[in-house]
T-cell receptor, first 114, second 110 residues
Framework: NAGVTQTPKFQVLKTGQSMTLQCAQDMNHEYMSWYRQDPGMGLRLIHY???????DQGEVPNGYNVSRSTTEDFPLRLLSAAPSQTSVYFC?????????????FGPGTRLLVL | SQKIEQNSEALNIQEGKTATLTCNYTNYSPAYLQWYRQDPGRGPVFLLLIRENEKEKRKERLKVTFDTTLKQSLFHITASQPADSATYLCVPFGNEKLTFGTGTRLTIIP
């Protein structure tokens, strides 16, 4: 299993540009989520999904869109990038319920918005 | 609002000693608490989960305690090794969500 994969690893954008961060998992996990990690702050939840066709907002959703058309994929879209969105983005997945609350994280995408 | 505090941003421990990391939480009662390890430039990796009805859990050289009265979890690494150097994140689950602490950067000195 590849686990959770993210592309790209690193991206530079200009203010106002749009882009999509890709996330895929091959563990058949129902739950997928996006976090951002900034210096001096814990990971903050942007959006999450409990299954295909179902998404919801997390703690810091503004400026980001998501969709979940398949169990495997959960892309994060930045519609109009702003310098405040410079961060490291992590995608995570897990089973729902039971003793399977373990979150599996991808390697991260470093985003720099100029 | 829910708040998590992990002791000191950085902790230096001599190799072979026991490293103890502290996590305090306020304003909620988590059903369980996880600890993750994060190396520079990488995503967090799950280490241990302890539930509110468990006092202690062990995995190899790792031990976690959970005191719901003190609202505190302690994370111990015994016989520490330089390879244990990383940032350790405390992650309680309560009010239907995970809340990540900022982490403690642990350095094991040879």
């Amino acid at each position: 299993n590849a686990g959770v994969t993210q592309t790209p690893k690193f991206q530079v954008l200009k203010t106002g540009q749009s882009m999509t961060l890709q996330c895929a998992q091959d563990m058949n996990h129902e739950y997928m989520s996006w976090y951002r990690q900034d210096p001096g702050m814990g990971l903050r939840l942007i959006h999450y999904s409990v299954g295909a066709g179902i998404t919801d907002q997390g703690e810091v959703p503004n400026g980001y869109n998501v969709s979940r058309s398949t169990t495997e994929d959960f892309p994060l879209r930045l519609l109009s990038a702003a310098p405040s969105q410079t961060s490291v983005y992590f995608c995570a997945s897990s089973y729902l319920g039971g003793d399977q609350e373990t979150q599996y994280f991808g390697p991260g995408t470093r985003l720099l918005v100029l | 609002s829910q708040k998590i505090e992990q002791n000191s941003e950085a902790l230096n421990i001599q190799e072979g000693k026991t490293a103890t990391l502290t996590c305090n939480y306020t304003n909620y009662s988590p059903a369980y608490l996880q600890w993750y390890r994060q190396d520079p430039g990488r995503g967090p990796v799950f280490l241990l989960l302890i539930r509110e009805n468990e006092k202690e859990k062990r995995k190899e050289r790792l031990k976690v305690t959970f005191d719901t009265t003190l609202k505190q979890s302690l994370f111990h690494i015994t016989a520490s090794q330089p390879a244990d150097s990383a940032t350790y994140l405390c992650v309680p689950f309560g009010n239907e969500k995970l809340t990540f602490g900022t982490g403690t950067r642990l350095t094991i000195i040879p």
